[in-house]
């Protein structure tokens, strides 16, 4: 039998309702509650973060499904998982890729062996049915020795006269194939000299570790001549230049590869110094004078020279010392031994000698590193943003305030870009005025007003673009081709013999000025050791490429 049922347990609907809207109300108040907790733990995080100086949390969205009826949504015109943008503000876009050449995946080559492969268990009573096509892309790697036979006559005198082996043995006795495909592994694609050794040990070519060496690193005359003529024909077809420089040992001690480079040619040098000296005599290198003239005086006059030594100096007016030791020599008679004033008056002549063989035009761009700020010099925006991005604010005021900066500098370089694309006057007064309104913001944050005021000093090298606006924006096209030294630098740490250097600078010069033109560095190498002449010259293509390039400094508007 049930007990009786107790009329005070049984809940009306209404009270039901009441209890469930209480319960609801309080779980709403936990909710908010735990929000407001977690936005105070993501504050205090940020500025754990600001003061330890780390990177902020980095601003990742979900990864949401893209709308299968094909149609964009209602997110605007960029991304269909991006938030809409209702803030009103500019979008900020990152500084674009390097522009260079894409290679295209070359076709597969031509088939040389037809294979018929029978099917196994075939069931009774069925018919052929043709063939089906399953193409397989192999390599024959295969050692084997080729003799040449020498004829010889012996003349009446008694001297006997040999037939020479082919010149593009260039006196080894491995083949052009195999020459060809060492210096492509070890040059073009960074494999060291012991793993190479292993590799023809294991495949039968009888090569020593001195063989390997001076086949990498000796004989090789036409390249670095043709490496040379890169820089020649650059200059000579470019109006800019961008610039770079990287870490490069040589025999155990620091040293220092520079870069000189455009959309053009790359080349390549490894010098023991990183000074503006060592740059001027890099852009010197197709020759060799040394000249006096009022450009050398004007260079001199910006460092406060001395006048003991500008006197001397005037007296070499219009003199072209041939080479740089009988320069030396001109103020050793002099007794001017000033270690500091003679690496000045050396850049002054050497500076002098370009501008008398009609260097003046170039326009040098680069990171912004003062060896390289000679003739016209422009800047990478990138580099600038970098001191308002390193200042480290300590509370939501000057967070805001470094980002409203950050966001106005991305803002004028798109205007930048979009100048570029369609040059006008009335477009470049506005940038003009944008980038002296952001540099003349007053902040009360120390550190963002000193980075605010370091744009001042660079205003002219930043906005150089607009007077030229075919010149880049940033200089990721020198930092990426020069990512080779590093790369090779963590792989074998440096070089150890003059030879070595001078090859790895020639290789990497000749490798990436075939990757600006979509050129095959291994068929270009072939086609050098054996001399078939069917690969073009590459300062050739520089003149020919020169036209279809944006290397002027002329402006368009």
Known sequence: MQPPINQEQVYSPARLLNLVAQQQGQITQQQEQIAKLQALVEALQAQIRRLKKLPPKPDIRPNTKPKDDGKKGDNGPGDDN????????????????????????????????????????????????????????????????????????????????????????????????????????????????????????????????????????????????????????????????????????????????????????????????????????????????????????????????PEKWLSIIRQYMGVTFLNREAWEAALNDHGLTGKTRRKQAAEALIYSSLMAHGMGHLTTFSDGAQQFNVFNHAQCWVHAERGLAKVHPVNEQQASAQYWCRTWFWAIYNDLKVFKASPDKSKAQNIRRDFKALTNTQVDFPDLQDALSGLVVIEKELLQVLDAPSLPLHNNLSESQIREYVKRRKISGGTKSKAGRKCRDTFASLKKTCRLYGLSFWHYLKDRIMGSGSFPWLPDLIEQASSDFSCGLTSSY
Not at 112 to 137: C, L
Not at 153 to 168: L, N, R, V
């Open 82 to 305: 991006e938030p809409p943008d209702n803030s009103g503000k500019r979008k900020v876009e990152k500084p674009g890729e390097r522009t260079r050449k894409n290679r295209q995946q070359p076709d597969k080559p031509a088939t040389e062996k037809i294979i018929t492969v029978e099917v196994s268990d075939v069931p009774s009573g069925s018919t052929p049915n043709g063939f089906s096509s399953f193409s397989v892309q192999e390599l024959t790697i295969q050692a084997f020795t080729v003799e040449y036979h020498l004829e010889q006559w012996q003349t009446p005198d008694g001297q006997t006269i040999t037939a020479k082996p082919p010149e593009s043995l260039h006196g080894h006795h491995y083949g052009p194939q195999l020459q060809s495909y060492l210096l492509y592994q070890h040059h073009g694609c960074s494999v060291t000299q012991p793993q190479l050794l292993d590799w023809l040990w294991d495949i039968g070519i009888s090569m020593s570790a001195g063989e390997l060496h001076r086949l990498l690193t000796e004989g090789h005359t036409d390249f670095h001549e043709e490496k040379d003529a890169l820089l020649a024909t650059g200059f000579k077809c470019s109006r800019y230049i961008q610039t770079d420089d990287t870490g490069a040992r040589h025999k155990g001690q620091n040293g220092y590869c520079t870069i000189i480079n455009n959309e053009l040619f790359a080349w390549f040098e490894s010098t023991g110094s990183k000074s503006r000296e060592n740059f001027l005599s890099l852009l010197h290198r197709p020759w060799k004078t040394y000249s006096v003239t009022q450009d050398a005086l004007d260079y001199l006059e910006k460092f406060d020279y």
